[in-house]
């Protein structure tokens, strides 16, 4: 049910989205141009109806732009509920192992050095590196005799986060100040660079990841309830835990290198998700993943337009938003499904 | 299903804590594991369910070497009833209870009809039926316990492992749990503390001491004043048979002077 409304709500985002900005289109319309450009043959898109602007303007950047969003939020969502359970930790998000700031450290080195300094990789790339880096960082100091403890991989993920974090703040105070700027939008998160075929890393990612969630979801809830109880289950915790860290990762990798380090989504979707169905993964996945979706294709369109001509960098505005939101549900009494009680 | 301890020996963080320990456990038998603190119970049920690699030897269960089972196929011979589990994110009793169904099901299956009835069976049989809705952590120790044993329950498996199953129980809830166990016919090992409730309802009694095993027998001829002296430094006398022991602490000093060292095997 929940799950139908926030598909729901998602697919009208998409085209409110693509009827909203500088150039006038009507919600219609815009529906009108995404079917066209899905469905061949449509009369509308040959009978003089819309201007090349328009088609331009929804088809080019703001399709690709809310698209981009709902990917996004939904890979960071899932991403957090995995990193959530791998280490056991409320806490968790999918930057919690350094993955955001060795993006970060890939992507500012493009910024302040130029491509040229990195081996000609472009920045999204880079940051791509930067992010795998870290966590294969991360996964080998916290190995030990076998297996991998979440306490070591949280200090870990801890600890190179800083390291990476004082590097990108030593490029970025001496670098010139136009490039500040960048480095902050690329920090913050930002969507608004998102075309049709850099949306292609994150939609596989995305993909990949629902699959293999969706076949472990079972296992996810025993080990929910701790390593032994999980091997008293028929659950290796020390193998899911790998596997979980590997697709956690390179999802987060995915999207962190498109659209920057776009906060709070990962950390609390997940934890709306279990107070909304409970923390039954079999149930709290799936909306998990849609509820990202529609959270940052929603925040996005408010960073676009609340000041508009001016953009806001999307990461303020998920925490803006989201923060309140948040903190008012988690008071209420129902939160307390989610082990929010203690 | 027969399970077989052979020469295990368990180390943890370098120190071996079980040396060498042997016995077997026939089809449908309850045996009590006792034995003082530290005494290497735990450690060594562990190696039935896979939590701990033993250091030597190796546990067999219906002839095939644990460690040689796939997780899944392990988890549907053995289950555990364990002390206390603890989660950071909360599931109910009912979704708590069906993690037993677990093992059985590839990982896209969904929950069928006979899941739903076992669980729902194994909720009745340790009256945790009515607390279905209620959130595992607001449960007091004794209800957690008797969800544990649901859940052990509900996985179906021929052996069952209990390990100290009667903490926070009160002592009508120790019986019922007890007299459950004694009535599925499985094959059952529990570590247990309470010597009576061993004495009163196991078919045998496996004693631990320093991780050797000490004694292995009928409760009535392993139960001695002696051996108990001997590895939990009390005394006791023993009324009837099957024996009901009643103790009185001995004073340290006695202890030291007088109880014999527990024979190493």
């Known amino acids: ?342 | 299903m027969r399970v077989e301890i052979d020469r295990v020996g368990v180390t943890l963080g370098g120190r071996e804590v079980v040396h060498g320990a042997s016995f077997v456990v026939e089809p449908g038998e309850l045996v009590g594991l006792v034995g003082p603190n530290g005494s290497g119970k735990s450690s060594l049920l562990r190696t039935l369910y896979r939590a701990v690699r033993p250091s030597a030897g190796a546990v067999r269960v219906d002839g095939d070497d644990v460690l040689t089972l796939s997780s899944r196929e392990a988890a549907r011979r053995v289950a555990v009833m364990l002390q206390d589990p603890s989660t950071e994110f909360d599931l109910d009793v009912y979704e708590t209870v069906l993690l037993g169904r677990g093992p059985h099901h590839a990982s896209f299956g969904r929950d069928t009809a006979q899941d739903v009835a076992i669980v729902e069976e194994a909720m009745r049989s340790t009256e945790v039926d009515d607390l279905a809705d209620r959130m595992v952590a607001s449960l007091s120790g004794g209800q957690r316990q008797r969800v544990m044993l649901a859940r052990a329950l509900a996985q179906r498996s021929p052996v069952l492992v209990l390990d100290e199953p009667s903490n926070h129980l009160d002592i009508s809830h120790q019986h019922d749990l007890m007299s459950t166990v004694r009535g599925l016919g499985r094959t059952v090992i529990a570590a247990l503390h309470d010597l009576n409730l061993a004495a009163q309802y196991c078919d045998r009694v496996v004693v631990l001491a320093a991780g050797h095993v000490v004694a292995d027998g009928a409760p009535g001829a392993v139960l001695t004043p002696d051996l108990i002296r001997a590895t939990f430094a009390i005394d006791v006398r023993v009324l009837g048979d099957p024996p009901v022991l009643a103790f009185r602490p001995l004073p340290t000093a006695v202890v030291r002077t007088s109880a014999p060292v527990p024979s190493s095997t």
């Open chain 1, 1 to 342: 049910m929940l799950s139908a409304g926030l598909a729901l709500v998602g697919a009208s985002l998409v085209v409110v989205s693509g009827a909203v900005g500088s150039v006038e289109v009507t919600p219609l319309q815009a529906a009108q141009i995404v079917v066209g450009h899905l469905a061949p043959g449509m009369p509308w898109m040959s009978d003089g109806s819309l201007t090349p602007l328009q088609d331009q303007a929804v088809w080019q950047f703001r399709i690709p732009r809310v698209l981009l969003a709902g990917l996004a939020g939904a890979g960071l969502a899932l991403a957090g509920a995995l990193m959530q359970v791998t280490v056991r930790n409320p806490l968790a998000e999918p930057y919690i192992l350094g993955v955001s700031s060795g993006a970060s450290v890939g992507a500012v080195l493009v910024i302040v050095l130029g491509s040229a300094a990195v081996g000609g990789l472009s920045l999204n790339v880079a940051a791509f590196a930067g992010a795998l880096v870290a966590c294969g960082c991360v996964a080998a100091l916290a190995r030990k005799n076998g297996a991998l403890s979440p306490t070591r991989m949280i200090l870990s993920g801890v600890a190179l986060g800083s390291l990476f974090s004082v590097i990108t703040s030593y490029l970025t105070i001496s670098t010139d100040a136009q490039n500040v700027v960048s480095v902050l939008f690329f920090l913050l998160g930002s969507v608004s660079a998102a075309t049709m075929p850099n949306l292609l890393g994150p939609a596989i990612a995305l993909g990949v990841s629902c699959a293999v969630a969706a076949g472990l979801a079972r296992s996810l809830n025993a080990l929910m309830t701790g390593d032994e109880s999980a091997a008293s289950l028929g659950v290796d915790a020390t193998r899911l835990r790998a596997v979980l860290l590997v697709v956690a990762s390179l999802l987060t990798g995915t999207v962190v290198s498109v659209a920057g380090g776009i906060g709070f989504v990962g950390l609390v979707v997940p934890h709306v998700a279990r107070i909304c169905v409970g923390a039954d993964h079999r149930r709290t996945l799936p909306v998990t993943v849609l509820g990202g979706a529609v959270f940052l294709m929603a925040a996005d369109l408010l960073a676009r337009t609340v000041a508009a001509p001016t953009e806001i960098p999307l990461g303020i505005l998920t925490a803006i938003v989201g923060a309140p939101f948040f903190l008012w549900l988690m008071r209420r009494d129902g939160a307390d499904r989610a082990g929010l009680g203690r």
